[in-house]
């Protein structure tokens, strides 16, 4: 069994990011799993599209697809200092 490993240039190129960005979310522990040998760092591929798996949304959080519930306008009080009601 052959495992392909690719470079950090080499993911960064695959994803159209910056090499920067991949160094980040390993210090931060964001991104895919990577292997370090020596001093040298290579992602297995099989990491690589089990993170894009993980990747895949039908929408953006926090966000819905329902309707927003009509606006009801807030009572006008004026300006309530002026009236002598506030302080």
């Not at 990011?17 to 099989?46: A, C, D, I, N």
């Not at 009801?72 to 302080?87: E, L, Q, T, V, Y």
Request: charged residues 25%; hydrophobic residues 35%; contains cysteine.
């Amino acid at each position: 069994m052959t495992t392909t490993h690719l470079s950090q240039t080499d993911l960064a190129n695959r994803w159209r990011m910056s090499p920067r960005t991949l160094e980040r979310w390993r210090f931060t522990g964001e991104g895919p799993q990577f292997v370090k040998l020596g001093g040298r760092v290579v992602y297995r591929l099989e990491d690589i599209e089990a993170f894009e798996l993980q990747q895949i949304r039908q929408a953006t959080p926090g966000m819905t697809r329902s309707v927003p519930e009509p606006c009801i306008p807030m009572r006008s009080f004026g300006n309530r200092a002026a009236a002598g009601h506030g302080k």
